[in-house]
């Protein structure tokens, strides 16, 4: 079936350092692939989002380009702040049938001063 | 806009007993969701609904049951309670197909069950 894999956190970097974490799939057909954010004691916001290959979808300095022939979607920023510390969710949604939103197991992200 | 509200925030139950976990949404969308998310599991849906008197099944639908009686709400509930179901649940919802597949999420409720 159709999966996501995120890499094992915590990642732990410096404020100003840059951010990569890196997201694979496994899909039959052609997702739409995002990225959501989940601060400290909230619910999952949408961070940003690509819906074809070779889109790249941006948002708040976060970056990232859906790569088909490497079935990736790596979530980079170039300079991070205390305030980006938060779990990332890398997940996929099938265009087609029901589209559930599939999830991966989510990275925690801890910026230090 | 209020967005997606959940009610309650935070529950504690013992084994065996029941309760209900609404969710509210003032955003008219069709589709509304539940998942249950777990340490090293990320999220994972438990049942959800593409419109009002309309349910189904998610992935882990077992020890649940849902209804959404009215487009604005819906209901999840434990009818007999175990430890295993000791997770915090999130609600979503979005537009039907056709309008946009982003899902607005709501900020969870934390139930622990002894």
């Known amino acids: 079936g159709d999966s996501v894999t995120q890499m094992e956190g915590p990642v732990t970097l410096s404020e100003e350092a840059f951010l990569t974490i890196n997201c694979t799939y496994t899909a039959t057909g052609y997702p739409s692939l995002f990225w959501y954010v989940q601060y400290p004691g909230e619910g999952l916001q949408l961070l940003l989002k690509?819906?074809?290959?070779?889109d790249k979808g941006s948002n708040k300095g976060f970056e990232a380009t859906y790569r088909k022939e490497t079935t990736s979607f790596h979530l980079e920023k170039g300079s991070v702040q205390v305030s980006d510390s938060a779990v990332y969710f890398c997940?996929?949604?099938?265009?087609?049938?029901?589209?559930?939103?599939?999830f991966g197991t989510g990275t925690r992200l801890l910026v230090s001063p | 806009n209020a967005g997606v509200t959940q009610t309650p925030k935070f529950r504690v139950l013992k084994t065996g007993q029941s309760m209900t976990l609404l969710c509210a949404q003032d955003m008219n969308h069709e589709y509304m969701y539940w998942y249950r998310q777990d340490p090293g599991m990320g999220l994972r849906l438990i049942h959800y609904?593409?419109?009002?008197?309309?349910?189904a099944k998610g992935e882990v639908p077992d020890g649940y049951n849902v209804s959404r009686l009215k487009k604005q709400n819906f209901l999840l509930g434990l009818e007999s309670a175990a430890p295993s179901q000791t997770s915090v649940y999130f609600c979503a919802s979005r537009p039907s197909a056709s309008r946009g597949y982003e899902q607005y999420f709501g900020p969870g409720t934390r139930l622990t069950v002894t």
């Open positions: 690509a819906t074809k290959a070779d």
């Open positions: 997940a996929l949604l099938m265009n087609t049938g029901f589209q559930k939103l599939v």
């Open positions: 609904s593409v419109g009002e008197g309309t349910t």
